[in-house]
């Protein structure tokens, strides 16, 4: 059980998410504590390793050492990671600067969850499905009819996550449409609200939740929510979570891999997702998270562009069940996956019908990628054309071959990102990456308008992915996260529609846009090399 927050700790938070002066002030103050911290830490070694090796009498065995150090690690990578790119980054690093290399890999080279999380992860899933296929039956075998059953039958019988031929798919194609509809959905809340974020910021949009689900609880509605700290370490106070489960008996909350401020503070393995399922009845997600920025209550880097989609039917099955899957790994509450599922319709039987609806999420668990298996599906079946929205463009090798090949054979590949950056080094890694994919006919949009948040595929008009997975490589291989693919429904002609205006609104690059100096090419060379490290 959580320690129970004292009234003085409770009359704190309340004050500073209250006073919006002390509270950013309060929250950077703890950001920069946890980051100079860490950092003091990774420098207080160098220096310590740096001053054993070149002025101390044993400098040779300690630099045998060290070389013997580098050696275990530069094999170590080599078999453990399965994509050149991400080896080559750190096998130079380490090669060429030891001293910062070694630690740095400690401190954020672990791509994958430690033995403890993979464990905990792995027992609430197996658990959940057991649970899940006794009181439900087996997920039907998919077969291949066309180009949405092949994907299904993919994460049918790999992933584990049925495809439904029933329900319904609503299209939002920005944040402050999605949000009515998110209230209006959560007022009508009767027995559950399951809430996952990577971020929750105090503002118009969280208050409003907030008071609906207060509300909801003293009606005896049960309220489950799941944020991940490093998300939030800006935006939501320390113990935050035991504040809310104070103000309800019905409100149960935990955070996910809390920031420590040591090599344990590590940007990997996130929890990406954003899921908000209410009675087992309806689901939205998308790339909006809870945020005044989402629904154009602030400005950030000019206008905030974000997409999502509402799911209603069977289909809200499969996003309960991800967010049960995070939840019995991590609370010390567990719960009963069944009592927050609704008996099926029917509509996970395939019928000939077109429509398809898949919700599906992604780990750093599996291998092979979930995520870039279907992005990289639909990418090679494509005949007509693939548009994409990211806000990140940060590939690997495999990726920006499979996108490169798409355009070679003639299919209209286009790519929408930011004009305006909220993150100016991984803008220059998204822009370090045109070249090669402009060479080879692929078409890159910037978005003039602001910054495009949304993460979204189109396929030839007929099917199309709407998630929280960006096109870049720390969201594909490093992060939780979660999509939804969808085909033969009027949403995907929503999302075409969407593309179009778009495209209006932003700036097709050229080659001329791209000319840099000498300097410039040098920099995008560096950058290029060790993209996949940050």
Known sequence: MKKKLSERKRKWIERTVANDRSYKLFLYNRFFTFLGSALLQLAAFIFFMFLIVYHSQYAVVFQLLMFALQAVFLLYILNKFPRPSCKMGWILLIVLLPFFGVPWYLFNGMVQPTRKMRKKLARAKEENQRKIKETYGETPSQTVENRADA??????????????AGGEVT?????????????????????FVLLEYFIIAHGKMWSEIRKILLE?????????????????????????????????????????????????????NRDHRKILVID??????????????????????????????????DAVSSFTRMF????????????????????????????KKPLRILPYDNSPLTEPNVAEAVYADMINRAQKYVWIFTPYLVLDEYMRATLCAAAMRGVDVRIVTPAIPDK?????????????????????YEYTPGFIHAKNMLCDGESAVVGTINLDYRSLYHHFENAVYFSGCEAVKDVE???????????LCTEKDMRKTWLG???????????TLL
Not at 287 to 307: C, H, L, P, S, V
Not at 430 to 437: F, K, P, Q, S
Not at 523 to 529: G, K, M
């Open 151 to 164: 994907i299904s039958a993919y994460l049918s019988n790999y992933a584990d996550y049925p495809t439904f």
């Open 171 to 191: 299209y939002y194609k920005a944040g402050e449409e999605m949000f009515p509809d998110m209230l209006s959905a959560l007022e009508k809340a009767e027995k």
């Open 216 to 268: 909801k609880a003293a009606q005896g509605v049960q309220i489950r929510i799941i944020y991940d700290d490093f998300g939030c370490i800006k935006t939501l106070p320390p113990r935050y979570e035991r504040y809310l489960e104070m103000l309800s008996e019905n409100i149960k909350c935990v955070t996910f891999n809390d920031v420590i401020p040591m090599f344990a503070l590590r940007m990997n």
């Open 280 to 313: 087992g009845k309806v689901a939205f997600t998308g790339g909006i998270n809870i945020a005044d920025e989402y629904i154009a209550e602030k400005q950030r880097f000019g206008y905030w562009k974000d997409t999502g989609v509402r799911v209603k039917g």
């Open 324 to 351: 049960m899957d995070m939840w019995n790994a991590f609370s010390k509450e567990k719960e009963d996956v069944t009592k927050y599922l609704l008996p099926y319709a029917g509509t996970h039987q395939l019928d």
């Open 424 to 444: 100016k080094i991984v803008y220059r890694m998204t822009r370090a990456n045109y070249g090669v994919l402009m060479q080879a006919g692929v078409k890159i």
């Open 497 to 507: 529609r969407d593309c179009n205006e778009v495209f209006a609104l932003s700036r």
């Open 521 to 531: 090419k040098f920099i995008d060379a560096i950058l290029r090399v060790f993209e």
